[in-house]
Structure formats: C-alpha cells, structure tokens
C-alpha cells in the first residue's frame, strides 16, 4: 500500500511536473531578449490542444508509425520511475544495474522515433532520423562514461543505492569528479533534449532541424505523446544531474510526511537552478553545424573520462 | 585543501581539452584567459597559505603578476595582433578535432604511467596534481604542433608555459622568487617577438601560415 503512493509521488513529481521545466526555460529565453514571452504554462495548454484535435495519419505509413508515439511516451515514462527524485522517498523500481536499464529503455523510444520519421517517407524524415541517429550515438558513451565513474566510487550500479551513498554527509563524490561529471552531464542534457548548441527546438528551419524534423508528419494525439514524452526525458535527465551532483537531502535528518515535502522543496530549487543555466546556456551560445557536433561530442566524452581517470589516479578508493 | 588544489588542476587540464577542441582564434585567447586566471588563482590560495603559515609575500606578488601579464596584457596583444591579420577560424589541420582530442586524452593517460613508472617522485601514490598539470603541457606541445597558423602556436606556447609553471608551483609550494621572474621575463619577451614576427609575416607574405615559409628554402 505504501508503494502505491511513493509511485504515485513519483509519477506526480517528473510526469506532472515535466512540461513546466520547458515552460520556466522558454520564459527565461523570452525575458532575456525583452519579450513578456508565454506563460510558464504554455505547454499544458498546447498538449490540452493537441490531444483534442482529430490525429491525421499518411496512408502509406505502416503500424510503426501509429506505435512509435506511445513507445517513446512509455520508455520516458519507465525512465522516469528509474531515476528517484528524493532518497526520502523509497524507490518504487530498484534494482542492480538499473542506470544501465534506464539508459536502455531511452534508447529504446528514440530508435522508435528514428524508425517513425523513416517510416512516412518523407525527406525530412529521414534526414532526421539519420541526424539523430549521429548524435545520439556519439553523446551515449560519454553518458555510459559519466555514470559507470560514479558507479564505480560508490560501489553500486544502481541509481537509489548511489543516490543513498551520495546523499550520506560522510561519503560524498570527490570534488572534481563532482565538477566533471556535472559538466558533461549537462553537455549530454543538451544534446538528448535537442537545445541549442545542438539543436534548435522553437524552430522549423529545413536545414537545421533534428528532434524536429522526425517528427514533423505527426499531429493532434500522437504529437502531445511525442512532446510530453520528450518533455519528461528532459525532466529525467535534470534529475539524474541535481540528484546526484547537487546532494541536498542529507541535511534532512527527520522522518516523516515533513521530511518529504522538505526534501521535494529542495528538488524542485535544485531543478530550477538546473533550468536556469540550460536557459543561460542556449541564450549565450549559437547553434552549431552538424559537423561541429562531433566536437562538442569528444568534449562531453574527454570530460566524463578525465572524471574517470582521476577516479583512476586517486587510487581507486571507494568512497 | 589539497582537494582545492586537485580541483584546481582538473579545471585547468579541462581548459587544455577545450582549447584542443576549439578553432576559432577569438576562442582561443578566451580560453587562455580563463586558463591563466585559473592559475592566478590557485597562486593565489597558496599565497595566503604562504602568507599566514611562513609570512612570505612572494606567491602573492607572483599571483598579482599572472593577473596583470597572463589575464590582462598577453590576451590584449594578443588581441591587437590577431585584429591585424586576415584569418579568423583555423580550417586546415593535420588531424580533425575529435581524433585531436581523443590524442590529448591518451596523452594523459601517457603522463599517467610515466608518472607512476618513476618511482622516485611518488612516495606512496601519484600526485594527481602532478599527473594533470604536466599532461597540460603535453596537450601544449600536441597543441603547438597541429596548429598550422603562427598565432595557434604562439597560444601552444604560452599553454607550455602555463603547464610548467603550474607544474612547478604545485610540486615545490612556490618557487624561489627570482626564477618566478626569469621565467615571466622570458615569456613576456618571447610574446613580444612573437607578436611583431606574426606582423611581419603577414606583411611579406599576406598569409600567417608557416607552411609557406618552407617554400623559401632553396
């Protein structure tokens, strides 16, 4: 019975609260650039919208098409339960090697993605896909790197078990794996949810577009699944990054409904600090060409691996 | 403390990563800067240490002199410089970027066993901040020659410089005062010459690429 509501807060906390994050950072853009901008609840009402209106499929598209949305949406679902918002709160999904899983399952819906924007036949498509296909297979083994290096510190593979670890005020990550990890966590943030030194999201450009472009032939239900899923794999991934990186729930030493609500709260300024500088980031930065992306890559993979090497010189202690 | 200064040694081998990784010279010199400010500030810690434990004053006048040489002076002519020539963005390399940098990468690991199969300077354990600070001037070097134009190299050099001397400073806990000086004199004028070659270069032969200079020999 307890489960059941520690799921429920789970899902509440990254399913519930996932559009407002693409809200709060789409606000920060519009202010920097003197606009008013949407309200922070844009994105409520768009998928409100979008699951209203009639879902308008191609003829000459197969099941895949009609399968990839609730994939994608399931997958960041899964992903989602894996990654433990607050150690206070017990983990509905444990299970040893669970980052691994949770890295797996995500793989899983883009490749859905990619075989959607194949699968109509259209240009753009396929351009995507294969766009997609470039960087997400250039941006997962520094996410391997990154997670396996703290793995490896706290001596266990699976994500509630190192949150724990990591949490404890006496067994805290190094301080300069602690500064690697983040920085190429947040490189690999930016690649995954296609922001802007990678990819542009507010824009339709031919040339340009990836996330975009796979899914351009979608509409009505399917495109809400599409965003709303992306939406909360970018909340995933803002979680792995606070959580592990900017531990705060050690400081919480009661029990209790009281302890829940305090450790959310400090989540919730944690997530916040983490949309502010993916804001600051796309305001200072310009969208890169594709093949500079490879770059950025190699960064985001040297840093992870700088992070395990100083594991490595350290002498290979665990914490 | 000793994990400041770890950290320290992490960042400043990072801005030898992202210096391999960028081409475009205004990046360059940015990241140079950041480079040099990083070490003036860990210059700047050992200093007050010094200050407070021995009364020494000289770390802090050395921290003083990075911030006025490396941050502020170097970056600027290096600025006047690069506003006279033509070229913007490196295009041509001997390797593309990521194979660069993968380089870099396998390099530290290099410092890394050479580190640890000389056993006389390890008692006990490498020091990573050894480990990191030489590999800076590793990725200097790798730098300096996978750069075609005159002023990437003259950005190699001074990232040479930085390597060694924050290699020593960590080692020794601050340097007899009077080799501190030798060695920014000798930058500051090797920069000099440097700057006013590039001029010169790119004067005669409309083009600062060193390659072209070959076509001199007889």
């Keep these: ?319 | 403390m000793s994990d400041i200064f770890d950290t320290l040694s992490v960042l400043i081998l990072m801005t030898a990563f992202v210096l391999m990784a960028n081409k475009k010279v205004k990046a360059y010199i940015k990241t140079f800067r950041v480079q040099s400010a990083l070490i003036a500030l860990s210059a700047g810690i050992l200093g007050v240490g010094a200050i407070v434990d021995e009364g020494r004053y000289d770390l802090m006048v050395v921290c003083v002199l990075i911030v006025i040489l490396k941050v502020i002076y170097i970056p600027g002519l290096l600025h006047k410089t690069y506003a006279g020539i033509e070229y913007r963005t490196e295009k041509d390399f001997i390797l593309n970027i990521p194979i660069l940098v993968l380089m870099s990468c396998s390099l530290v690991v290099f410092t890394y066993f050479s580190l640890s199969a000389s056993g006389s300077i390890n008692e006990g354990g490498i020091d990573p901040q050894l480990v990191n600070t030489i590999s800076v001037t590793m990725i200097g070097l790798l730098f300096m020659i996978t750069r075609k134009k005159a002023i990437g190299q003259i950005i190699g050099f001074l990232e040479v410089e930085n390597g060694i001397f924050i290699t020593a400073m960590f080692s020794t806990q601050g340097m007899p005062f009077i080799v501190d000086m030798g060695i920014f004199i000798d930058m500051l004028t090797a920069v000099m010459i440097m700057g006013v070659l590039v001029f010169k270069i790119n004067i005669t032969f409309e083009s600062i690429n060193t390659d072209r200079l070959n076509k001199l020999k007889g």
């Design chain 1, 1 to 319: 019975m307890n489960y059941l509501i520690y799921i429920v807060l789970q899902i509440i906390v990254i399913i519930v609260f996932a559009p407002l994050i693409n809200g709060v950072i789409r606000k920060i853009k519009a202010l920097s650039q003197k606009r008013k901008g949407a309200p922070v609840f844009q994105m409520y009402f768009d998928l409100h919208k979008l699951f209203r209106k009639t879902t308008v499929v191609s003829e000459t598209s197969s099941w895949i098409f009609k399968a990839a949305p609730l994939v994608f949406f399931s997958t960041a679902v899964t992903a989602a339960l894996l990654v433990p918002v607050s150690t206070i709160i017990p983990q509905p999904l444990t299970l040893p090697g669970d980052f691994i899983v949770m890295v797996s399952v995500l793989a899983l819906g883009r490749f859905f993605m990619m075989l959607a924007g194949l699968d109509t036949g259209s240009t753009f498509g396929g351009m995507g896909s294969s766009r997609e296909a470039l960087i997400s297979s250039l941006i997962e083994p520094s996410i391997m790197v990154s997670l396996f290096t703290i793995a490896l510190i706290t001596g266990s593979t699976s994500l509630s078990k190192i949150l724990f670890v990591v949490n404890n005020s006496e067994t805290r990550l190094p301080l300069q794996v602690s500064i690697l990890v983040f920085l190429a966590l947040l490189l690999i943030i930016i690649a995954e949810t296609a922001r802007i030194p990678v990819d542009d999201p507010s824009t339709h450009l031919e040339l340009t577009m990836v996330h975009e472009a796979m899914i351009l032939e979608y509409s009505g239900r399917h495109l809400a699944l599409m965003e709303y899923g992306a939406a909360v794999k970018q909340l995933t991934f803002i979680t792995l990054l606070v959580n592990i990186l900017l531990p705060l729930d050690g400081m919480i030493s009661r029990a209790g409904i009281a302890a829940i609500l305090l450790s959310l709260l400090f989540y919730a300024a944690k997530v916040l600090i983490a949309a502010v500088l993916i804001a600051l980031i796309e305001i200072n930065s310009v969208k890169l060409k594709l093949f500079s992306i490879p770059n950025l890559a190699a960064l985001a993979f040297i840093l992870s691996f700088v992070a395990f090497l100083q594991y490595f010189v350290l002498g290979g202690n665990h914490v």
